[in-house]
């Protein structure tokens, strides 16, 4: 069967998806039409709850025991895979459509090594011997820009970092040359800079071997960066599709826009400039180092030594009054420890000075000093009593900080203040979306009405369109009550956009603090650079 | 870590014994004996130093190995508990084996075949065999095998080197009595361990690579699933050795459950002492076992 | 409170559970008074008759009648298992909360102890402190209390950690409460209810402790209607009437596996997220 340059490669012709539930069916995805051609990236971008990785499943046919396909084909080099048997399907998988998952810690089996794994694909599909499949793993993995191949394929996955497990999951996609490849968010659960090498890897083999690719992500910007057409998809239904220069300078729904204009763009600044740096900053950080481990009651009898790891290493640094810090850092920079130092959750050496009061642990953070500085946390799951309803989470604070008279009235008061309703007082974490507790959450920050607000990622666990509305509300505050914040994230386009100044922070030291315009000059630290450069920002190339 | 918990419970065993009202010069010589020849009696048994220091001198003794001289039989207490410890430990052996050969393919297929017939028949089971006590069982299967149908001996204990198969014909009521409950718990952990491997991404991913449902299970999901039951076994034997008591005591088997009751009845305090002492040191050298078995087998762990 | 019964009812576990127990716990409570016949009544002329329409489940090697005895053991097994499951669960929920909130070398010194007692098989440590105290009911009831507790404390400590972990928990130490408040208000509301289940599914093995004792002739003493005691008794006159095995068996059964289902049911139930 001749595969010319018009047929798809990939061809999904008004697919539907229904998954039966209690309460009758969900329409997962409802008339689906798309096609990728050979040579071809094709993004799909949908927020939580879109249905991208229900496609995903059903492209690859492995669905669970309550779905339903109520119409529509899917057509893998015309073949309809909707046909195929489970035994037909298994010799498909692997060989002409393969998968690369957005976890590499979670999607390779911890106790087989990564030799193992790969070679086993190839065994499968390509009916090659044991020794001859590690060969060709091995030459494998030195493709996919693995240094030392050999070593690598004996490897167990915890023994190695991140990349370097996409890269051999990678490489597991790409071993029986396939029609076509999904990438579900490889590059989510990876460092930025991380991120950017596996993307660029992705690129390079791509336009190498000519596999149709689907690259599924929540991230608009990246898919700019990486395919040549894009679909939006919303609940189930595709918004809008087509080249990727069309829908960033032309969109024609708006959703789509919305999603376009949620994404962070550092050249379109939100707050303006005039903070004045006074000559006594709000908080100084001085010296501050945290460090974790202890001894074992063992070890302590035994004399062993253990080792501490070091969460912050001797930091210093300051926030003005009314000022927005950001601190941007990769995981495990120490940005999130710091925060907790500052809140007392940490123990740590060195001083803080808070409104000219010296704090040198727990016991010095008395009232005054909580009541004016609040933390914000990452999971709004996590972060609200889930046995509390919302009004006794938000009169807490009141009732500590506040005046405690008429708790209902100022409650549903600073449900409005974060646009919320009312009623929502009476409702119990569970019953509201994730933006919504998160909203919960700031408004329980605001209730003492803080002169600094730590936002330890507050935004990392949300969709895009959630967290720009969420940044929305976080700068009517800021602008309202004049409170400085420090605003952790790992996301450098967003933060340019809010910061006033930007702090760098790598492995637990501080790398440097610079004004947020001058982030992306070339004076700046290497790490910094390479950072900035690592980060991809759609808007920029259509300007 | 061991040497802590022995310590532990030997105190523990220890005290719970010196509360005793009775005493042992008491039960020796009888309710009528002299007050004089009580005293003196005390006195060679040093009972009448204070109680830390007989804790001393008791521990010092079991270190060297003489764990006391019976208060009933009058004989060392040592050999006999270990000759009874060695015929539980058979017991607890076939057990075992049988636990193993039964309950790890009914987690599987429960595992695999889950919600269906099979998952269902088996839950059942299992819940059936965790509601009854041994002692229950154990009755019950004497009246079924040995009275009823006559197929089997109903109590008694042959040694295997005097007569291999009628010993064995000895042991096959009293090792199925204790193993049901092992299989109902064992085949559940199995069944819940394989459930949670089966939906782990990386299983996922390894279907969709095109590998065939068998070989996954065979080469991916077993291993994973599997090894936390060492753990669970490791930890049933704490139940098995209460176990073994009950059913030691209804089949007449003379393990070393069945010297300790007879020591507890008897009020035999040094026979006491060094029985539990024993049951807690075997319970605690098969965890140890176990654990090491474990990281052994698991490359991830790392001990911190 | 109609939310939480509706979702118990909801799955299988939950609704056979409750039954069960609900069943139970009636005639715990009625039993003695609709017992047809005094459990203690001899009749030798009518012993080991079948189930008739006079003798519901038949009688036992004195003429007494099972169904009555049964009713009235009900008490003995079940109250005392419960109990005691509740005392062992308050006093090792003490020791693993304490044992959580201290931390460090405090806590890991508690924790290696209590491995260190559960070393000891439950029934072991159960006949040591039942033949310390003297054999009774009420002995053997403090005896698997305790027996209970180290398991319990080890629950409970473990449940205290993963919650004392959530950002919740750290939300309100960074407003400066109090540790007295922090236990009260955001651990314990959710710490209870996991030790719920749990101790739920424990009185399924208290009530088979209990009836172990009794077997083992260290708990309840003739002529009570324990049902441990029951099949004890049962054993030499059972090829004559297997009722008299048969009947107790069961009972013990269907209590165990009650309490049992009625866990798994909490444990679904209880959960604010589903």
Redesign the interface.
């Given at each position: 069967m001749t595969n010319t340059e018009n047929k798809p490669v990939l061809a999904i012709e008004n697919y539907s998806l229904d998954y039966g539930t209690a309460n009758g069916p969900y329409h997962a995805l409802k008339n689906i039409d798309l096609a990728i051609h050979r040579g071809e990236i094709l993004g799909l971008v949908g927020e939580s709850g879109s249905g991208k990785t229900s496609l995903a499943w059903s492209i690859m046919r492995y669905l669970p025991k309550n779905a339903r396909e109520p119409g529509g084909r899917i057509l893998l080099g015309g073949d309809n895979l909707l046909d195929k048997s489970e035994r037909q399907m298994e010799a498909i998988r692997g060989r002409r459509i393969s998968m690369v998952f957005q976890d590499p810690s979670t999607s390779l089996n911890p106790t087989l090594s990564l030799g193992t794994q790969l070679a086993e694909v190839l065994m499968r599909h390509r009916g090659l011997s044991r020794q001859q499949a590690w060969k060709e793993g091995e030459e494998r993995l030195a493709h996919v820009g693995l240094k030392t191949p050999a070593q690598m394929m004996n490897r167990m996955p915890h023994e190695v970092s991140g990349g370097e497990k996409q890269r051999v999951v990678i490489a597991s996609a790409f071993a029986c040359n396939p029609e076509c490849i999904i990438f579900d968010e490889p590059t989510t659960a990876l460092d930025v800079i991380t991120s950017r090498q596996i993307l660029d890897l992705f690129v390079e083999l791509q336009a190498e071997t000519g596999v149709a690719s689907l690259y599924i992500s929540h991230d608009l910007a990246l898919v700019a960066r990486t395919a040549s057409r894009v679909a939006v998809i919303k609940r189930g239904d595709i918004v809008e599709q087509g080249t990727v220069r069309d829908i960033f300078t032309n969109p024609q729904q708006d959703y789509t826009r919305e999603l376009i204009d949620a994404v962070p763009d550092p050249a379109h600044r939100l707050v303006t400039e005039d903070v004045v740096v006074a000559e006594k900053p709000l908080v100084k950080v001085e010296n501050v180092s945290v460090h974790f481990g202890r001894k074992s009651f063992l070890a302590a009898l035994t004399g062993k030594k253990t080792d501490r790891v070091t969460g912050n290493n001797a930091i210093s640094l300051s926030v003005n009054p009314g000022e927005i810090l950001g601190i941007v850092g990769e995981s495990g920079s120490g940005k999130s420890t710091l925060a907790k130092a500052m809140t007392g959750l940490n123990r740590f050496e060195g001083k803080i000075w808070f409104d000219g009061r010296e704090i040198r642990h727990l016991g010095d953070m008395d009232n005054a000093y909580r009541k004016d500085v609040q933390i914000i946390f990452q999971h709004p799951d996590a972060s609200l009593n889930p046995r509390q309803k919302i009004f006794e989470i938000l009169s807490r604070p009141l009732k500590l900080f506040g005046d405690g008279s008429d708790l209902e009235k100022q409650v549903g008061d600073m449900l409005e203040q974060v646009r919320l309703p009312r009623t929502h007082a009476n409702r119990y974490p569970h019953q509201l979306s994730g933006g919504e507790k998160q909203r919960v959450a700031i408004a329980r920050a605001f209730a003492s009405k803080p002169k600094l607000v730590i936002c330890d990622e507050i935004t990392s666990a949300l969709d895009v369109s959630v967290q720009a509305s969420v940044v929305e509300l976080l700068l009517e505050l800021q602008k309202a009550s004049g409170t400085a914040y420090l605003f952790i994230t790992h996301d450098l386009n967003l933060i340019r956009q809010i910061a006033h100044r930007i702090a760098v922070m790598y492995r637990g030291d501080l790398i440097e603090v610079v004004k947020a315009d001058e982030i992306d000059s070339p004076d700046r630290a290497d790490y910094t650079r390479r950072l900035i450069e690592a980060v991809p920002r759609a808007a920029a190339q259509f300007q | 870590?061991i040497v802590?918990?022995?310590?532990?419970?030997s105190l523990?065993?220890f005290a719970?014994?010196q509360?005793?009202p009775a005493d042992a010069a008491v039960m020796m010589l009888g309710e009528n004996a002299t007050p004089e020849a009580l005293d003196a009696l005390r006195q060679t048994m040093g009972l009448d130093a204070p109680i830390w220091q007989q804790y001393a001198t008791w521990l010092w003794h079991v270190v060297q190995g003489d764990l006391g001289t019976s208060l009933r039989t009058g004989q060392p207490v040592g050999p006999a508990m270990f000759e009874a410890l060695g015929r539980s430990l058979l017991l607890a052996l076939f057990s075992i084996g049988l636990m193993l050969v039964l309950a790890i393919p009914l987690g599987i297929i429960a595992a695999i075949r889950r919600g269906k017939i099979a998952d269902m028949v088996v839950s059942l089971v299992s819940?059936?065999g965790?509601?009854?006590?041994?002692?229950?069982t154990a009755?019950?299967a004497v009246?079924l095998f040995a009275?009823w149908m006559k197929w089997l001996p109903p109590t008694g204990y042959v040694p295997l080197t005097d007569n291999f198969l009628d010993g064995i014909s000895h042991l096959v009521l009293p090792v199925c009595v204790i193993s049901i409950i092992l299989i109902a718990h064992v085949s559940r952990m199995v069944r819940s361990e394989l459930v949670d491997v089966l939906h782990?991404?990386?299983?996922?991913?390894?279907?969709?690579?095109?590998?065939?449902r068998g070989?996954v299970l065979r080469?991916?999901a077993l291993?994973?699933a599997l090894?936390p039951t060492i753990t669970i076994v490791a930890l049933d034997v704490?139940?098995l050795?209460?176990?073994v008591?009950?059913v030691e005591?209804i089949f007449a088997i003379p393990g070393i459950g069945r010297q300790?009751?007879v020591a507890?009845q008897a009020?035999d305090l040094p026979a006491?002492q060094a029985g539990?002492l024993i049951?807690?040191a075997t319970?605690?050298i098969v965890?140890f076992i176990a654990d090491i078995l474990y990281a052994w087998l698991?490359?991830?762990i790392q001990y911190? | 409170m109609t939310e939480f019964i509706k979702r118990l009812l909801k799955t299988p576990q939950g609704a056979i559970g409750t039954f069960l127990v609900v069943l139970v716990l009636a005639i715990v409570v009625f039993g003695p008074m609709v017992a047809p016949y005094d459990p203690e009544k001899l009749s030798p002329l009518a012993r080991y008759k079948g189930p008739s329409m006079m003798y519901w489940l038949g009688t036992d090697q004195y003429g007494r009648d099972i169904f009555s005895r049964l009713l009235i053991g009900a008490r003995a097994t079940v109250v005392m298992a419960v109990l005691a499951t509740i005392a062992g669960t308050l006093i090792g929920a003490l020791i693993g909360t304490a044992s959580a909130f201290l931390g460090g070398r405090a806590d890991e010194l508690i924790m290696r102890t209590i491995d260190a007692v559960m070393s000891i098989p439950s029934l072991l440590f159960a006949l040591l402190v039942v033949n310390l105290l003297g054999s009774s009911t009420v002995n053997a009831l403090v005896a698997v209390a305790i027996a209970f507790a180290p398991g319990m404390a080890r629950i409970t400590r473990s449940v205290a950690l993963s919650v004392r972990k959530q950002d919740y928990v750290n939300a309100a130490i960074a407003r400066g409460e109090s540790s007295a408040y922090i236990i009260r208000r955001e651990m314990l509301p959710n710490v209870i209810a996991p030790i719920i289940v749990e101790m739920t599914i424990r009185v399924s093995f208290a009530v088979m402790l209990f009836a172990t004792l009794s077997f083992l002739g260290l708990g309840a003493q003739p002529p009570a209607a324990e049902w441990g005691l029951m099949v004890s008794e049962a054993r030499r006159y059972m090829h004559l009437s297997a009722g008299i095995l048969i009947w107790p068996s069961v009972a013990i059964a269907i209590v165990a596996v009650g309490f049992n289902l009625l866990g798994d049911g909490l444990r679904d139930a209880l959960n604010p997220r589903t």
């Open positions: - | 870590m802590y918990t022995l310590l532990v419970v523990i065993v719970i014994t509360i005793l819940y059936a965790v509601a009854l006590p041994e002692f229950v009755t019950i009246l009275d782990t991404d990386y299983i996922r991913a390894a279907r969709l690579k095109g590998l065939s070989h080469r991916h291993r994973n090894l704490g139940y050795l209460g176990g008591i009950v005591e300790l009751i507890i009020r006491i539990v049951m807690a319970y605690s965890n698991d490359k991830r911190d | -």
